[in-house]
T-cell receptor, first 111, second 114 residues
């Protein structure tokens, strides 16, 4: 059974600092997604990663994928308050299968 | 607005009543997913459709839950004989079945069972 774990579950960081969120999954997968969710809101797609070594960047966020280690990272550079949200990684095992979400990382960026 | 829409946004019901939620996906998307999310948790997969065919249903979904997608367009999720444990946010998402198959989520329906 496909399981997705995230670390840490809660993260409080100061503005201007860098940090990394980790996502581990238990079996091989075809797709890995990162989503953002603001309190009381729905999920917003950030990145989709397909292949080993894939790296995508958008603003202060950079996501990478190591399929051999079954690990994805979401790196935050020079955090700002607007990045405060919950970040989910999600994994699809095949292109015809369901998507399994991790538990989420709740990020608070403190001035 | 051409995004995913859900109706109603909020539903309060008494235990034992039946409720039905509607989801309208992005028009060109042939896949439609239903998830349930409780506070502090990630979305939990319930079921998904490709066109009008229901391809998978979670083992966690009891017989009180049923979903349909007639004609491969909008979808409905019905919960019969609601229980307090059904209180959650019910999210709908749609996607293409080919790359990029990113799921786009609707605003959700928050269900409260009293």
């Amino acid at each position: 059974e496909l399981k997705v774990e995230q670390n840490p579950l809660f993260l409080s960081m100061q503005e201007g600092k860098n940090y990394t969120i980790y996502c581990n999954y238990s079996t091989t997968s075809d797709r890995l997604y990162w989503y953002r969710q603001d309190p009381g809101k729905s999920l917003e797609s950030l990145f989709v990663l397909l292949s080993n070594g894939a790296v995508k960047q958008e603003g202060r966020l950079m996501a990478s994928l190591d399929t051999k280690a079954r690990l994805s990272t979401l790196h935050i550079t020079a955090a700002v308050h607007d990045l405060s949200a919950t970040y989910f990684c999600a994994v699809m095992k095949t292109s015809y299968d369901k998507v399994i979400f991790g538990p989420g990382t709740s990020l608070s960026v403190i001035p | 607005d051409t995004g995913v829409s859900q109706d109603p946004r909020h539903k309060i019901t008494k235990r034992g009543q039946n409720v039905t939620f509607r989801c309208d996906p992005i028009s060109e998307h042939n896949r439609l997913y239903w998830y349930r999310q409780t506070l502090g948790q990630g979305p939990e997969f319930l079921t998904y459709f490709q066109n009008e065919a229901q391809l998978e249903k979670s083992r966690l979904l009891s017989d009180r839950f049923s979903a349909e997608r007639p004609k491969g367009s909008f979808s409905t999720l019905e919960i019969q004989r609601t229980e307090q444990g059904d209180s959650a946010m019910y999210l709908c998402a749609s996607s293409l079945s080919w790359f990029p198959d990113t799921q786009y989520f609707g605003p959700g329906t928050r269900l409260t069972v009293l």
